[in-house]
Nanobody, 127 residues
Framework: QAQLVESGGGLVQAGASLRVSCAPSGRTFSSYVMGWFRQAPGKEREFVAA????????YYADSVKGRFTISRDAAKNTGTLQMNSLKPEDTAVYYC????????????????????WGQGTQVTVSS
């Protein structure tokens, strides 16, 4: 069972926007970094964006920079990925992930740095 839960995926047309959110599943725990990754069929899991929880600093993959915005709401213990100007190549299962206080993520773009994952939410962008 997933430790995190993503929501907000769906099917949209190219150029549209979607917002996906991430929250703990059945519990609340602290993390230092929340990341978003995506994986299309037959492809490697790809880094999308990350946010440092303490100060909200962000990092983006070049492929989404300027179109996607990652943010966190510390009070609600949730993270959000706002996706604008979506392209068919953005089609993938989107996963959120967090690190652990016992293993802090320093390489934000590496899936191996994250301890907790959601089950993913499908984002499909049609032409």
């Amino acid at each position: 069972q997933a430790q995190l839960v993503e929501s907000g995926g769906g099917l949209v047309q190219a150029g549209a926007s979607l917002r996906v959110s991430c929250a703990p599943s059945g519990r609340t725990f602290s993390s230092y970094v929340m990341g978003w990754f995506r994986q299309a069929p037959g492809k490697e899991r790809e880094f999308v964006a990350a946010v440092k929880w303490i100060d909200g600093s962000t990092y983006y993959a070049d492929s989404v920079k300027g179109r996607f915005t990652i943010s966190r709401d510390a009070a609600k213990n949730t993270g959000t990925l706002q996706m604008n100007s979506l392209k068919p190549e953005d089609t993938a299962v989107y996963y959120c992930a967090t690190d652990s206080p016992h293993r802090i993520a320093y390489s934000y773009a590496s899936p191996d740095e994250y301890a907790y994952w959601g089950q993913g939410t499908q984002v499909t962008v049609s032409s």
